[in-house]
């Protein structure tokens, strides 16, 4: 082609399937279809959004291409190359489709759709058009219908029956035009803006009066701004016509306010940086402007927060821009708070909390450059900074970071690779790093920075375990134990002392399940294989998977008994015990209930804060990165949670949950501790917690992987299996597994695990089954699995490749 325009694009789409398809390109549209644009195409008998990620010149003259039908972006393409190129990189590693890798990199209310439509555009063209018989008599009710306004396509095609042929002809004849009606984000509030154009001396005393008040405000005001001024919308309409002014509508900007009301703000004055903190800036300091990745290791209060802020505040003075990731969302708004005494208003906050309009609003920040850091959970790592000098990944051995459903990537691990794209420094920090990143550290991948005492020579707390064999459970609590008698003597100390407590219970409702006592009958979920959990608040009995419900019932439906049971304890029987046993101590609860209502997540936080709660009860939630001065005891109800799970990772998980909570005790004024409830109080995860000691668990945890064969030892691949129908299920499975078992033949030393029911057998409705793969040849593993599977369907049967799985349940 002539001039340089592309005549075709490669366009990935948000859908189970590999590779891109190529779409001719209107001429129409060939100034706007730009690398990264959305665009919306033709997939099968519908429309749908894909992503533009390469531009041809041509192609195969006897293929007919469908055409783009409209371009979804209106200034700039909403993916950078950055992203694309990174979204192509996890795409070939996590064997994901590319467009699904590029859905996730947006706010999910930006898979915008559009609407086509016909509109009447040469109305006095009619009587020639008959003359000459370009169009024929039927054709007038179309023109006269448009004549009133223009209609959707699908109403004329559908409703009104209108042929294609007939349409042609009128837009032949010149007398209709299709266009493409984009609908707008979803959830995206709009306000309407002024702005001043160009002055007319021959303007009404109103019309003058409008436009000196919108020069003395620079030229822009909101339509809402100036009718609170008295400027009518009559008047604004009139300026309009004549060219004065521009109308036009924008997204409505949030400010950072709006996100962090009720939170502390107050500026914490000159940090004074302890030995360790300000080696670890100078090591990062000298790498800025190259790839570096850095693992600190710093035990919790040595001022890992006050590292990073300084470091992303040197990316800053250089031009360029950081982006900080945090596991849970939780933990944006006490971050946030942080950024904005350093950084001003030139920080944008991405998680998907935010209402559709504050996402989108915050994103579009980033994507013009209008801010300085990005905070967020892992989707925020596609954060479209076109400047970025450094990523933070704070917490890096949460699990959290991992995404569960497809496309299934580690944004820790991606976080490097995009600073190896960026030829930027990357930071993994943590008090318990993942074995994953320890062992890169250990084999020269990474630098490692240790951080071992808190500041100002703050004491770690003092951990100890109470043996809950030794412990007699409460009558009422059937062989469970809440609060021990040592438990229970500690937290009225610290009441009586003044101070505050954690309490952490990683479960949340009443109780996990409900016991018929006459005949043993559990209360499960229809359609998955785990009880249904009691909360007793809300009056009901509820799955944690698939969120079915039901009231809790006053006889048991088998043998019509009345001594129904809730069994063990969670977040609420643990609030109710609080209460009796401490009737005048005030308490709150961090949950994922509790924290449902927005603003809730803040107000619960800073009522702890300033000390209007005296003790806080939560799940893991509460367990990382918050910094509550007069904490002195975390109380841990039960450890033995996680390492009763079928789950290679068990023991890290404990230490890691352990460690944390451990870490919100003593960092104050005042000494800490931390009582441990657990009926095995010499298991080495528990032990090593007990000693704050990580690199005793690590050489520990590193021995069993490699005994066993485990990550980070060797490469894992899971592929689970899932379908309504069972012998569907097991049929792909087990044609799978002889697959798979060809295609590693020749790769030595890779085991199989499967196929075989996953320990979860069935959630949503859907029966489960499972392969792991576990092999020293990380690559080839890919390899062979892509060969084996990418191709292959099975009619009724999901397959998600998982590689680099964390949650194997």
């Not at 749908?48 to 041809?56: E, S």
């Not at 949030?254 to 030995?275: K, N």
């Not at 708004?333 to 209402?355: D, T, Y």
């Given at each position: 082609?002539?001039?340089g325009?592309s ?5 990935a ?8 398809l190529?779409y001719?390109?209107?001429?129409e ?6 690398l990264?644009t959305?665009?919306?195409v ?5 429309l749908?959004t894909?992503?533009v990620?390469?531009l ?12 783009i039908?409209a371009v979804?972006d209106d200034?700039e393409?909403?993916?950078?190359p ?9 795409s ?8 699904e ?5 947006l706010?999910?209310?930006m898979?915008a759709?559009g609407?086509?439509q ?5 109305g006095?063209?009619?009587?020639d ?9 039927s054709?007038l009710a ?18 009104m029956?209108?042929?294609r042929s ?6 032949g ?6 266009n493409?009606?984009?609908q ?5 509030r709009?306000?309407?803006f002024?702005t001043?154009v ?6 009404a005393?109103?019309?003058r ?10 030229g822009e005001?909101?339509v809402?701004?100036?009718e ?9 309409g009139?300026l ?5 002014v521009?109308i036009?509508?924008r997204a409505?900007?949030?400010?950072l306010?709006a996100f962090?009301?009720?939170l502390d ?5 000159e940090i004074?940086?302890s ?6 800036i ?11 990745p ?9 001022g890992?927060?006050?590292v ?9 003075k ?10 849970e969302i939780?933990?944006t708004p ?6 904005k ?5 030139r ?8 209402s559709?309009s ?10 013009r450059?209008e801010?300085?850091v990005a ?9 479209p ?20 459903e497809t ?6 691990d ?5 600073s ?5 420094p ?6 318990t ?6 062992e890169?550290?250990a084999r020269?991948?990474?630098?490692l920075?240790?951080?071992s005492k808190r ?19 409460e009558?009422?609590d059937?062989g469970?134990?809440?609060?021990s008698?040592?438990m ?8 009586e ?7 952490l ?9 409900l016991?018929?006592?006459?005949c043993g009958h559990?209360?499960?979920c229809?359609?998955c294989s785990?009880?249904l ?8 009995l509820i799955?944690h ?11 048991c ?10 069994i063990?304890?969670?977040t609420?029987?643990v609030e109710?015990r ?5 009737p ?5 609860v ?9 603003g809730?997540?803040v ?8 000390g209007d709660?005296r003790?806080?009860i939560g799940t893991q ?5 918050h910094h ?9 109800l039960n450890?033995d949670?996680?390492l ?9 998980k ?5 460690t ?6 003593g960092?104050?004024?005042?000494r800490g501790k931390v ?9 080495y ?11 005793a ?7 069993f ?7 980070p ?11 309504e ?8 499975a087990t044609?799978s ?16 695990q499967?196929?075989a029911?996953?320990?979860?057998a069935?959630?949503?409705?859907e ?7 576990r ?8 390899r062979?699995v892509?060969?084996?599977m ?7 049967v999901?397959v998600?490749?998982?590689v ?5 349940l």
């Amino acid at each position: 082609m002539s001039s340089g325009i592309s005549a075709l694009a490669a366009v990935a789409l948000p859908v189970a399937m590999h590779g891109e398809l190529t779409y001719a390109i209107p001429p129409e549209l060939r100034d706007d279809v730009r690398l990264g644009t959305r665009v919306e195409v033709p997939l099968g008998p519908k429309l749908t959004t894909g992503f533009v990620v390469g531009l041809l010149d041509r192609a195969d003259p006897d293929v007919k291409l469908k055409p783009i039908r409209a371009v979804l972006d209106d200034d700039e393409p909403a993916l950078i190359p950055e992203i694309i190129e990174l979204c192509r990189w996890a795409s070939d590693y996590y064997l994901a489709p590319l467009g699904e890798m590029l859905r996730v990199a947006l706010p999910a209310n930006m898979s915008a759709r559009g609407k086509r439509q016909a509109v009447l555009v040469g109305g006095d063209l009619v009587d020639d058009a008959l003359t000459s018989r370009q169009i024929l008599e039927s054709d007038l009710a179309i023109v006269n219908e448009l004549r009133k306004r223009p209609l959707p396509l699908n109403a004329l095609l559908q409703e009104m029956k209108v042929g294609r042929s007939a349409l042609d002809r009128l837009r032949g004849a010149g007398i209709i035009a299709i266009n493409d009606q984009l609908q707008d984000a979803k959830g995206v509030r709009y306000d309407r803006f002024v702005t001043f154009v160009s002055d007319d001396e021959k303007l009404a005393p109103k019309q003058r009066a409008a436009i000196d008040l919108l020069q003395t405000r620079g030229g822009e005001l909101s339509v809402r701004a100036l009718e609170h001024a008295g400027v009518s919308a009559a008047v604004l309409g009139a300026l309009a016509k004549k060219g004065v002014v521009k109308i036009e509508r924008r997204a409505r900007r949030h400010t950072l306010d709006a996100f962090l009301a009720g939170l502390d703000t107050a500026s914490l004055g000159e940090i004074r940086y302890s030995v360790e903190q300000r080696a670890a800036i100078d090591a990062v300091k000298k790498q800025l402007g190259t790839f570096a990745p850095f693992l600190l290791e710093g035990v919790t209060g040595s001022g890992k927060t006050e590292v990073y802020i300084e470091l992303m505040r040197e990316v800053v003075k250089r031009g360029e821009q950081a982006l900080l990731l945090v596991p849970e969302i939780s933990l944006t708004p006490v971050f946030a708070a942080r950024l904005k005494e350093r950084f001003g208003e030139r920080i944008a906050i991405l998680h998907s909390n935010l209402s559709p309009s504050e996402r989108y609003d915050q994103w579009w920040r980033a994507r013009r450059g209008e801010v300085d850091v990005a905070i967020g959970p892992r989707s925020a790592l596609f954060s479209p900074f076109q400047r970025l000098g450094l990523i933070v990944v704070d917490e890096e051995g949460d699990g959290a970071y991992k995404q569960e459903e497809t496309p299934r990537y580690n944004a820790r691990d991606l976080a490097v690779v995009r600073s190896q794209f960026r030829n930027c420094p990357v930071i993994l920090g943590s008090a318990t790093p993942s074995l994953e990143s320890r062992e890169n550290a250990a084999r020269g991948k990474y630098t490692l920075l240790r951080m071992s005492k808190r500041v100002e020579a703050r004491a770690l707390p003092d951990v100890e375990t109470i043996d809950l064999r030794k412990e007699r459970p409460e009558k009422e609590d059937k062989g469970f134990v809440i609060f021990s008698g040592p438990m229970r003597d500690a937290l009225r100390q610290t009441f009586e002392a003044g101070e505050q407590a954690i309490i952490l219970i990683n479960r949340r409702g009443y109780a996990p399940y409900l016991l018929c006592r006459e005949c043993g009958h559990e209360f499960r979920c229809r359609d998955c294989s785990v009880t249904l959990t009691v909360h007793r608040r809300a009056g009901q009995l509820i799955c944690h998977y698939c969120g079915n419900r039901r009231s809790i019932p006053t006889k048991c439906p088998l043998c019509s008994g009345e001594v129904l049971q809730p069994i063990g304890f969670g977040t609420e029987k643990v609030e109710e015990r609080f209460h009796r046993d401490f009737p005048q101590v005030s308490v709150d609860v961090l949950d994922r209930d509790s924290t449902r209502r927005k603003g809730s997540l803040v107000a619960i936080l800073e009522r702890f804060r300033r000390g209007d709660t005296r003790a806080l009860i939560g799940t893991q939630m509460l367990s990382k990165g918050h910094h509550f001065p007069n904490v002195t005891l975390t109380a841990v109800l039960n450890a033995d949670s996680i390492l009763g799970y079928p789950d290679f990772r068990s023991a890290e998980k404990t230490f890691y949950l352990l460690t944390q909570v451990a870490g919100r005790a003593g960092r104050g004024e005042l000494r800490g501790k931390v009582l441990i409830q657990t009926a095995f109080p010499q298991h080495y995860a528990i032990q090593h917690a007990l000693h704050h000691d990580y690199e005793a668990f690590y050489e520990a945890e590193i021995e069993f992987r490699k005994t066993f064969h485990y990550p980070p030892v060797t490469s894992m691949i899971a592929l689970l299996f899932r379908g309504e129908v069972l012998p569907d299920v097991e049929r792909a499975a087990t044609e799978s597994g002889r697959r798979l078992e060809e295609a590693v033949q020749p790769l030595a030393g890779t085991r199989i695990q499967g196929p075989a029911p996953a320990p979860l057998a069935r959630i949503k409705g859907e029966w489960r089954y499972q392969i792991l793969l576990r092999s020293p040849h990380r690559a080839p593993l890919r390899r062979a699995v892509a060969a084996a599977m990418l191709s292959r369907k099975w009619k009724g049967v999901d397959v998600a490749i998982d590689v680099d799985p964390i949650n194997i349940l």
